[in-house]
């Protein structure tokens, strides 16, 4: 299957969150784990932890990659 691409909207370092341009259209569910890339690196896994139509919000499995995430990073549904 094909990875559906994204990207971060919002990042909020405050309560380690971000906010992704993917969401119930695209058949993201809670629970999923996307991969955020930034250029080509990967940074890291974040985890759905609520889904609104055309938008999602995720946690990071590991929290120092909200150190280096930022608005405009890509997000993908697999890695």
């Known amino acids: 299957s094909e990875s559906t691409e994204g990207q971060v909207m919002t990042v909020n370092k405050e309560y380690n969150f971000v906010v992704v341009s993917l969401g119930q259209k695209d058949n993201i569910q809670i629970g999923q ?3 955020l890339y930034q ?3 990967f940074i890291g896994e974040v985890k759905v932890e609520k889904v609104e139509d055309a ?3 995720a946690t990071p499995q590991n929290p120092e990659i909200m ?3 930022k608005e405009g990073d890509i997000v993908k549904t697999q890695k």
Request: proline content about 0%; glycine content about 8%.
């Open 33 to 35: 784990g996307l991969y």
């Open 55 to 57: 938008m999602s919000v």
């Open 39 to 41: 250029a080509d690196n």
């Open 67 to 69: 150190s280096v995430v």
